[in-house]
């Protein structure tokens, strides 16, 4: 039987759980970790970046040490925007990670100190008493929990979150193992071809692993293995010297974000997942697990935060996710020789661009659903109270637009003005005059946008 009460309890233990895990038990809280042990990941593998090497090193330090290989200890190149491998590539250089081990190492780690680990289990509901019930292969334990973290990867549903939204192309990994050709052996190699690109990892012994990421309409009839020895057969690299090969798994790689629950953080690849070309999932995860690692605390103290905060995280997830949308765009554009091609077309084309703000002509006031009160600003493990306004239909605090305070912005709305009024009025606030017209013109703009100031015939 498990512990009466924890500070968190967090949903599925793969390196963003565990790393966040780790950074709540340092800070002393009672943590009840889950997992189904049921491997999620595309492939045996994954790659790091040679340049995202810092992020790594905090909780979980020894198990990522364990996990990795020696850095640049395969050739690493890539066969993009011409017909031979470039070997050394810069974005390349990194390490690689042995999922399974690395996964099974961090769990240790957690155990080990202090974390409360319940694997295989799953959290099954939430009573109206406000416990939750986790189940395991034995029986159900109703738990209560201050906070809760869902850390499930990229499985659409999520419960009890909301349904993601698509934020880019339909993106299939279809991971296959074989045996790699002689020469090909102690390389890992990324090659672009005409329906999608491959990452093939070759180790110094045992099988091949290569990750084919295409479109999910190229094998509408299920992952036959016609249409994927089709894929292979266009790889001039070792995806495509592979021999007595079969398929291990196909996971739906298409980027989401999920919109952000009122008392649910999630965390990783529950967050928001983001094309493979673009970021390394692992470091994003543990990147996210350690900023969230500085909100769960304040979130204890201060219940009537958790709101604003989830809202906050949600938003800085969504943010790197568009960022990250951004990269993968410009590695997509990178090659030149598919460019008609229904995958490359997709993805090389220009994001569309937002709207022109519409110029309000008329006078305007503040929204009846904005009501002051204190904002949580959410940043990396930091957050804080402090005074500005709450939109009692969304629940979202905003305390500044533009880089410039939200009270006194409103306060040039005490009456019905028009734009160019408020603009002119921003010289006499002493927190407004010294930000140019042009500046407070661009945040009440941004306001208008957002709907905190609505005309004031509405």
Request: hydrophobic content about 45%.
């Given at each position: 039987m498990f512990a009466r009460t924890y500070d968190c309890l967090i949903v599925g233990a793969g390196p963003a759980g565990c790393r966040l895990a780790l950074g709540l038990v340092e800070q002393g809280l009672e943590v009840l970790l889950l997992d189904h042990l049921r491997p999620t990941y595309s492939g045996p593998h994954e790659s790091v970046i040679g340049w995202t090497s810092s992020g790594w090193f905090g909780a979980g330090r020894k198990a990522i040490e364990a996990a990795l290989p020696q850095w640049d200890a395969l050739r690493r190149g890539a066969i993009w925007g011409s017909e031979e491998v470039r070997w050394q590539n810069e974005f390349l250089l990194?390490?690689?990670?042995?999922?399974?081990?690395?996964?099974?190492?961090?769990?240790?780690?957690?155990?080990?100190?202090?974390?409360?680990?319940?694997?295989?289990?799953?959290?099954?509901?939430?009573?109206?008493?406000?416990?939750?019930?986790?189940?395991?292969?034995?029986?159900?334990?109703?738990?209560?929990?201050?906070?809760?973290?869902?850390?499930?990867?990229?499985?659409?549903?999520?419960?009890?979150l909301p349904a993601p939204e698509v934020i880019g192309p339909p993106l299939l990994a279809v991971t296959v193992l074989g045996t790699p050709a002689g020469e090909d052996r102690g390389s890992a190699v990324i090659e672009s071809v005409p329906d999608g690109w491959s990452w093939c990892t070759a180790l110094p012994e045992?099988?091949?692993?290569?990750?084919?990421?295409?479109?999910?309409?190229?094998?509408?009839?299920?992952?036959?293995?016609?249409?994927?020895?089709?894929?292979?057969?266009?790889?001039?690299?070792?995806?495509?010297?592979?021999?007595?090969?079969?398929?291990?798994?196909?996971?739906?790689?298409?980027?989401?974000?999920?919109?952000?629950?009122?008392?649910?953080?999630?965390?990783?690849?529950?967050?928001?997942?983001?094309?493979?070309?673009?970021?390394?999932?692992?470091?994003?995860?543990?990147?996210?697990a350690d900023s969230v690692a500085g909100l769960i605390a304040p979130a204890i103290a201060n219940p009537d935060w958790l709101p604003q905060l989830c809202r906050g995280h949600a938003e800085r997830e969504h943010q790197l996710a568009r960022t990250c949308q951004l990269r993968a765009q410009d590695f997509y554009r990178a090659e030149t020789r598919w460019a008609e091609r229904p995958f490359w077309r997709a993805r090389q084309a220009a994001a569309p661009s937002a709207p022109a703000p519409v110029v309000p002509t008329g006078p305007l006031r503040v929204a009846p659903n904005a009501r002051p009160g204190m904002v949580v600003t959410v940043g990396h493990r930091t957050c804080r109270a402090q005074p500005g306004w709450n939109d009692e239909r969304t629940g979202r605090g905003l305390s500044q637009i533009g880089g410039l305070p939200l009270t006194p912005l409103f306060g040039l709305f005490e009456r019905p003005r028009s734009l160019a009024e408020a603009v002119a009025a921003a010289a006499t606030v002493p927190e407004l005059f010294v930000s140019s017209p042009a500046k407070v013109r661009e945040a009440l703009l941004l306001l208008c946008a957002d709907g905190w100031l609505i005309p004031a015939g509405s």
């Open positions: 990194g390490g690689l990670i042995r999922r399974g081990e690395f996964d099974r190492r961090l769990r240790a780690q957690c155990v080990d100190a202090g974390v409360t680990l319940a694997a295989p289990a799953t959290l099954a509901a939430r009573r109206d008493d406000g416990t939750w019930v986790v189940r395991d292969s034995q029986c159900d334990h109703r738990v209560r929990a201050r906070t809760v973290v869902v850390a499930t990867g990229r499985a659409r549903r999520s419960a009890p045992g099988p091949a692993s290569a990750v084919l990421m295409i479109e999910p309409a190229l094998l509408a009839g299920g992952p036959s293995r016609a249409a994927i020895a089709g894929v292979l057969a266009t790889c001039r690299g070792p995806a495509g010297r592979l021999r007595d090969w079969r398929v291990v798994c196909a996971n739906d790689a298409t980027p989401r974000c999920r919109p952000p629950h009122a008392a649910l953080l999630a965390l990783g690849d529950a967050a928001a997942t983001v094309d493979p070309m673009a970021s390394q999932g692992v470091e994003k995860a543990l990147h996210m």
